[in-house]
């Protein structure tokens, strides 16, 4: 047994069982210690700058070349009217106001004429009429095979340049290797980077004055979809209601695999990618078929979360960006007579939908409850919306969607809590 | 004696996040400790409500000022919520989490604490038995800066000799040093304590 020396045993007595006040503060430390796990790493900050200048390109590229490859005609700096009007480029938007103003319209635009030749069957009205001679001209080949891909009044360096895409492009690809043969060789110690706080490798930076943790989120959804068919002309209702009459939706799922910032005062931001997948029937007196289409999207929400007893109440709002849309299926084509295969997949497609969609709006709340000090059972009510038509703008109708459900999932709170250990 | 597994707290009135007020209820131990396996906020505070008065007074033994033990004692527990699936219900908690506390504190401080100890003890020791000890009223405010003046090297050992009730041999062990220089860090903090043992009695005197 240990000698109790007297000193000893004078501290001992009185400091054994001792207890101080406790601050407030420091359970607050400790609870923003403990919220959500890892601290933001600077890789994952970089990560996130990349994915923003990528997202920033491939957008703007989008927006200076919207239609090249589907609309040839689109591209030509003069109209095929433009023997008799004045000259103007011909996706002047005002240009084909007028032009529609002036034209007489048709009856009916379902009810085509029959002494339209070739790809001017379709029976889309004057006002669209050059654009309609190329969707006219896509959609020809496959019903009748009897269409033109080019005007005979384009100029012949134009027609030239347009009737081979692949010389066009192999073009723009030699004045762009230049560029990229003078980038920098990259270095490899800018991939070594540890996954360490940024505000331990850059001492005293906070993001926004406070820490951020990380975790990431993976949901399933059984989507409910309203779909919108609208005429923007009062010329195309009727074939507005054809394609309401054939089309109705059958189901819709989305995935979506997140990665969530968390800030110690409950500001979230998050972000990843989302894919859905709805299919619709297209029903025809003799057949009925499905339709599919898919969507690509990237969420950038920013939210509060709070603790409501054990469970974790997220609000969540901001935009999707449309990486990607395509399709499979077919259609009624605009006269209504013939049904049209838009498949994305396939060269000559009827060129009715956009590739990319652009912006759209995203709503949602969510519950989160925990099965272990990592690991939550999550379910997100959401919605989403996008204001601008998934259908060319070439094409009659505009097509929409208003999109809700509910995801279910986990989140997964990424690193151990040692991970906010100070050293 | 009642179980410790089993006994029964307060619950506290606590205002959390989203303004929600919860009911007073009692919970046991267990329940605690499985509340704050599953992540249970409310549970994680109401442990540290429990423990914190005590833990924070032990970690201002081992720390040089008050700050210092307050990270100390943020530390400690974030390790305690980590690692307190890992608690049997064999002994307390309470000495579960003390021990955690101890470790935590003694580790922010490397070994240069005691590597410019000679080892040996101090000849000029004096015995305390002068000091009237057991008369002297002391205030656990001052024997707690008594013991925050001790260099390092001397603090440590001495609360985890005196008052943890280590062997030097586990002191050794858990600081990586020598069994002697354990022995030596103990005399020289128990000779510093004592002079400023009599300081205090002259001025009471």
Known sequence: MKEQHPIDELFRRQLTDYQME???????????????????????????????????VFLKGDDESPLPAVFPVQASPVLPQASTEPQVPATDEAFLRTEANRQPKAASPVAAPANRAGGETIGISSARRKPARALAASAGTRTNGAASPSSPTLPDKDAHSLADPAEETHAAERSIRPAFAEL???????????????????????????????????????????KILSAPSPEFQGYADARKATESVKSSHTASLRLSLISASGWTFRSGLQV?????????????????????DIPLLLGRQFSIGKLDLGINGGAMLNMAFYQKGAFLAPDAEKVVDFSSNLPDAYPAFKNRLGLGYYGSVSLSHPVTPSLHLMAEPYFRYMPKAYTSPDYPL??????????????KLLGPYWMNLRP | MPNPGSETIPFRLSTIRGGNLLKPKRVTEQDLVRGCIQGK?????????????????????YARHRMEAEDMLQDAFVKVFEHI?????????????????????????????????????????????????????????????????????????????????????????????????????????????????????????
């Open chain 1, 398 to 411: 505009e097509q929409r969607y208003r999109t809700a459900g509910i995801f279910f999932g986990f989140r």
């Open chain 1, 276 to 296: 859905s997948r709805t299919t619709e029937w297209f029903t025809q007196p003799d057949a009925r078929t499905v339709n599919t289409f898919h969507e690509i």
């Open chain 1, 22 to 56: 406790t601050p407030l503060h420091l359970w607050s430390g400790i609870e923003s210690r403990t919220r959500s796990i890892a601290p933001v790493s600077l890789r994952s900050l970089i990560w996130c700058a990349s994915l923003s200048l990528a997202l920033a």
């Open chain 2, 85 to 205: 699936g890992q608690f049997q219900f064999k002994g307390a908690l309470e000495g579960w989490i003390r021990r955690i506390v101890v470790n935590t504190a003694i580790k922010a401080y490397d070994r240069k604490s005691f590597t410019h100890e000679q080892i040996g003890i101090d000849p000029t020791w004096d015995s305390a038995s002068d000091l009237p000890l057991s008369d002297m009223q002391l205030q656990e405010k001052d024997l707690l800066n008594m013991i925050n003046r001790l260099p390092d090297g001397y603090r440590i050992v001495f609360n985890l000799y005196a008052l943890e009730g280590y062997s030097h041999q586990e002191i050794a062990e858990m600081l990586g040093i020598q069994e002697s220089t354990s022995r030596s860090q103990l005399v020289k903090a128990r000779k510093q304590l004592q002079t400023q043992l009599f300081e205090l009695h002259k001025v009471a005197v």
């Open chain 1, 184 to 226: 920098a060789p990259l270095n490899p110690l800018w991939f070594q980077l540890e996954t360490q706080p940024i505000q331990d490798f850059i001492p005293g930076i906070k993001f926004l004055g406070e820490r951020w943790y990380a975790s990431v989120e993976l949901g399933l959804s059984q989507d409910w979809r309203q």
């Open chain 2, 41 to 61: 906020r409310k549970f994680q505070e109401e442990l540290f409500q429990r423990y914190a008065g005590k833990m924070l007074a032990v970690c201002m033994r």
